[in-house]
């Protein structure tokens, strides 16, 4: 396919590129693009703000991250942060750092992915910013939501004897990550190279197109549950869970037999010779809630598809621990992703 330089159109040209047919499906959007600012009304409810900042060569490669999927990602993990606040995304706004070695049809791959987390979601696009950038591209999003009054719930909310559940399986997303790793370097050199993905489809797809548990916010929800606090798992449920301890001044246990493992994670662990459980607990990325609710919600709970009780909240003078097969306690520690790290 023949590509445009994004210099022939220009920046507005560009927006009017991207941007065209988009339609509005949230009442609390007033006005999105077009204008110097977006007007959203949120007269009745609780708003909630968060933003994410994507850089080449950190966050993602393109070697192996198709343009599209990673507009659907970009949005997604958003989306996730709204939904680990018990909320539901409305509104987001795009802006992109864009390097001259991209083209007008690369950028409309990204926001073909984004519009289509978008329309999946149910989420606005009402803005954003595009500039140059010496290096690689840059993707900053900014999703706005909304919970009802009384009903956000934050990471301080633990307390002791609560139980400590997550939603899906975790580890798979990070399996995923090394496989793209591993056919990328057996790749190199070679233009006829097939990956081999092979029974393994599951972990690709965990890497590349995660997904936000709106639905779990829902069934909790419909279940009548308020969780009393939670988080997304974007770093790995041990950091995730020593965020939610450290926050609510308490202690916990969780129980190796109990976390949630996918099939095709522990078959890719063996092939590598790594360590399941320690991918389960500090891989990241799997974009699954983690969240506590009061003991006596515990019938209820595990009555509901895809969550599963793993642990408990203690005392904080009980510290923050792990008990494995065998019935060992090993001390839990934060190993995943440090975004500010040297590595």
Request: hydrophobic residues 40%; contains cysteine.
């Amino acid at each position: 396919m023949e590509q445009t330089e994004i210099s022939k159109i220009g920046e507005f040209g560009l927006i009017d590129r991207i941007t065209a047919g988009i339609e509005h499906v949230n009442a609390s959007t007033v006005k999105g693009v077009g204008d110097d600012a977006a007007e959203l009304s949120y007269p009745d409810t609780e708003v909630l703000v968060s933003s994410d900042l994507l850089l080449e060569g950190v966050h993602f490669d393109l070697t192996y991250v198709p343009l599209k999927h990673l507009g659907y990602k970009a949005a997604v993990v958003n989306f996730s942060d709204i939904c680990a606040m018990n909320g539901t995304p409305r509104q987001i706004t795009v802006s992109l750092g864009i390097s001259k070695r991209f083209t007008v049809e690369h950028i409309e791959a990204l926001y073909a992915g984004i519009r289509l987390a978008c329309e999946i979601y149910g989420v606005d696009l009402v803005g954003g910013d595009t500039t140059a950038s010496r290096q690689g591209l840059v993707i900053s999003i900014t999703c706005i939501g909304d919970a009802p009054k009384g009903k956000v719930v934050y990471r301080d909310g633990a307390k002791d004897t609560d139980l400590i559940c997550v939603s899906g399986d975790l580890g798979s997303a990070y399996m995923g990550l090394q496989l793209l790793e591993r056919e990328k370097i057996a790749s190199a050199g070679s233009k006829e190279f097939i990956p081999k993905f092979e029974g393994k489809e599951y972990l690709v797809e965990r890497q590349l197109k995660p997904e936000a548990r709106k639905d779990i916010v829902r069934e909790l929800a419909d279940a009548g549950i308020q969780p009393t606090s939670m988080m997304d798992i974007s770093d790995g449920l041990s950091s995730e869970l020593l965020h939610i301890c450290k926050a609510s001044h308490c202690g916990c246990r969780i129980y190796e037999d109990r976390i949630p493992i996918d099939y095709q994670t522990a078959v890719m662990a063996e092939e590598l010779g790594m360590n399941l459980v320690t991918a389960a607990l500090n891989g990241g990325e799997d974009y699954e809630l983690l969240f506590t609710v009061p003991l006596h919600a515990h019938d209820e709970i595990t009555k509901l598809k895809g969550i599963k009780v793993i642990g408990h909240i203690t005392k904080e003078d009980l510290g923050c621990a792990m008990i494995t097969r065998d019935g060992a306690e090993m001390p839990l520690r934060a190993q995943g992703f440090n975004h500010m790290s040297e590595e």
